[in-house]
């Protein structure tokens, strides 16, 4: 079982690139999340899905955008990249109701 | 309302004391207070979780004690060790969604 699966581990774009932070579970989960996380400042949602075709924006949407056309992928996506948008990204799913977050290894973005 | 306050930012223990991290939450619609731990380079991972209706939780040497009235919880790691290590985050969740709500985190160090 791979779990949570998060490419690129790295990355580095400039200023007005684009890109796409993908997220795999092989859990059957329905329910997934993508967190940001900056120094000092934890973990905040930008978006999260419960279920193939349902998303929804979560504290931090500004400047990314997702889709969820199967239950086991779940892709970020960066637009216009901004240096504000340097930060480490994790994907999280969790099966319907029951709270318990797995988390990917993350993907470690860098706008310059 | 949606704000989960932890501290300290950062603890200093050596090996078997008994570092203690603290949360706070507003909305009394949380129903669910688990604890991620975090190692350099990983996604957090779930450590223990407790739901209102106990004072108290363990596993093993990590301890989660709630209280309701306070609106307060906080996480107890008994005899640490050096491999305890890591960033501690706090979360909260419940009432009309499943998203959770994350503090800001604590780095620990153990030292040997």
């Known amino acids: 079982n791979a779990g949570v699966t998060q490419t690129p581990k790295f990355r580095i774009l400039k200023i007005g690139q684009s890109m796409t932070l993908q997220c795999t579970q092989d859990m059957n989960h329905n329910y997934m999340y993508w967190y940001r996380q900056d120094p000092g400042m934890g973990l905040k949602l930008i978006y999260y899905s419960v279920g193939a075709g349902i998303t929804d924006k979560g504290e931090v949407p500004n400047g990314y955008n997702v889709s969820r056309s199967t239950t086991e992928d779940f892709p970020l996506r960066l637009e216009l990249a901004a240096p504000s948008q340097t930060s480490v990204y994790f994907c999280a799913s969790e099966a319907s109701g029951d709270y318990g977050y797995t988390f990917g290894s993350g993907t470690r973005l860098t706008v310059v | ?112």
């Open chain 2, 1 to 112: 309302q949606q704000q989960v306050k932890q501290s300290p930012q950062s603890l200093i223990v050596q090996k078997g004391g008994i570092p203690i991290i603290n949360c706070a939450y507003e909305n009394t619609a949380f129903d669910y207070f688990p604890w991620y731990q975090q190692f350099p380079g990983k996604g957090p991972a779930l450590l223990i979780a407790i739901r209102p209706d106990v004072s108290e939780k363990k596993e093993g040497r990590f301890t989660i004690s709630f209280n309701k009235s306070a609106k307060q919880f906080s996480l107890h790691i008994m005899d640490s060790q050096p491999g305890d290590s890591a960033t501690y985050f706090c979360a909260a969740g419940g009432g009309a969604t499943n998203k959770l709500i994350f503090g800001t985190g604590t780095l620990l160090a153990v030292q040997p």
